[in-house]
């Protein structure tokens, strides 16, 4: 029993106060930015649910990794911008492939070694992946993520590798 | 003047974006199996996303209705892809084959085949 109770605090992070408060205020001060209503009930349902929302996050291991979230958290921006292009360009590419009449595809699954260290930088990599169309993370293990591409094409520019560099760029120093 | 150019900008992004949903619709009925139909489903969830929010924001101009458009915008490009990870690993682990090509995984069409 009290090594099951050990585990399980292991799994979740351990949680300074800090960093709950920190969290706190910012949910509490996005919540009154976004309602604009200041009645006793609706304040206490916003006070709720971010006391719900922070014990989630913990329940998560959210404080595991908020440090490593801090860390590329002002790299970002320009991530983005790049990741925005990324996903105009293929986003014309399938438009095309779907309203052609032949339906030129070619499914194919590709196995992609992460560059990332952390699990941030692995969920960055991943996430950005699915997020441009044509291709999709189906699974992540150990640092390698399962790929599906529409294309084979598609394939072969995940396999330069070009995003997985620029993810792993965001981790830097 | 401005305001017309804003207004025109703001329409053209909304007129493509809504086509966006429309061609992700169109791929979801034309392409053949599961693993394909992400993709298309992909296309509504990011392009047309991104197009029809700097649409209205451009619409709303620049207010507080503008900033919390973006938030919106940006909450949705953040869970739309652990959505679909959500969902194509499922259809992983519950044991459908990701390389099947081009094959149909309807049981009705594959019996035909």
């Known amino acids: 029993m009290k090594r099951m109770r050990a585990k399980r605090v292991l799994q979740r992070g351990e949680a300074r106060l800090s960093s709950i408060l920190l969290l706190l205020l910012v949910l509490a001060i996005s919540w009154l930015l976004w309602s604009g209503l200041y009645k006793p009930l609706v304040m206490g349902l916003g006070a709720f649910s971010c006391v719900l929302s922070v014990y989630l996050a913990h329940r998560m291991g959210f404080f595991r990794h908020h440090q490593a979230m801090f860390k590329v958290l002002h790299r970002l921006p320009g991530y983005w911008w790049w990741l925005l292009k990324e996903i105009v360009t293929s986003s014309i590419d399938v438009a095309k492939l779907i309203l052609s009449p032949s339906l030129p595809i070619s499914p194919t699954v590709v196995v992609l070694d992460a560059a990332t260290k952390t699990d941030v930088g692995h969920v960055i990599l991943g996430n950005s992946i699915t997020l441009s169309p044509g291709t999709v993370t189906l699974d992540v293990h150990e640092g390698k993520l399962l790929i599906h591409c529409l294309t084979i094409e598609g394939a072969k520019e995940i396999q330069k590798g070009e995003a997985n560099r620029r993810a792993a760029a965001l981790e830097k120093k | ?113």
């Open chain 2, 1 to 113: 003047m401005i305001d017309l150019v804003l207004d025109i900008l703001s329409w053209i992004l909304l007129v493509l974006g809504g086509m966006c949903v429309l061609i992700g619709g169109i791929g979801g009925l034309r392409l053949p199996n599961f693993y394909t139909r992400i993709h298309a489903a992909s296309l509504t969830d990011t392009m047309g996303t991104i197009l029809i929010f700097v649409g209205m924001m451009l619409q709303a101009g620049l207010s507080l209705a503008a900033l919390k458009l973006f938030a919106i915008m940006l909450f949705l490009l953040l869970t739309g892809p652990t959505a679909t990870y959500a969902l194509a690993n499922a259809a992983l682990l519950s044991g459908l084959k990701p390389d099947a090509g081009s094959a149909s995984d309807d049981p009705k069409e594959k019996e035909s085949q």
